[in-house]
């Protein structure tokens, strides 16, 4: 499941949102107030399209309470990440994990020697 950054900026708020209040009913205006407080300033409509799309991959889900639609994520930031990391390997690393953590520790003392 590829996602993008602003799916990625969106998930984020969401995780942050949880992480004060884990029962917290999120609802689009909610996200487009958190990306803002990060200085991300996006309409209304962008984020409500994002989110289905996340919707679409089943990474959020939608429900209504009242009249109001609120949304929650599938995944905590930790399963994000490790299937993010998965898919990752399996596209550069044809699945095989060793292959990508030399890479990893390669890059990584590179970019600590610059």
């Known amino acids: ?15 942050n949102i949880t992480s004060v209040d884990e ?3 999120i609802s689009i205006q909610d996200v487009v107030n958190e ?3 990060n200085g991300l ?3 209304y409509t962008t984020i409500k399209t994002v989110m289905d799309r996340l919707v679409a991959k089943s990474i959020l889900v939608r429900y209504k309470s009242g009249k ?4 929650k994520t599938t995944m905590d930031k930790r399963e994000m990440a490790l299937s993010m990391m998965k898919e990752f390997t399996d596209y ?6 060793a292959d990508m953590v030399r890479f990893v520790e390669k ?3 590179e970019l600590l020697v610059k």
Do not use: H, P, Q
């Not at 109001?68 to 949304?71: I, L, N, P, V």
């Open 68 to 71: 109001k639609f609120f949304y």
């Open 92 to 97: 550069f690393f044809d699945g095989n994990t």
């Open 107 to 109: 890059e990584t003392i």
């Open 23 to 25: 029962d917290a009913e």
């Open 35 to 37: 990306l803002a407080k």
């Open 1 to 15: 499941m590829v996602c993008g950054s602003l799916e990625i900026e969106i998930l984020n708020s969401f995780w």
């Open 41 to 43: 300033n996006r309409a």
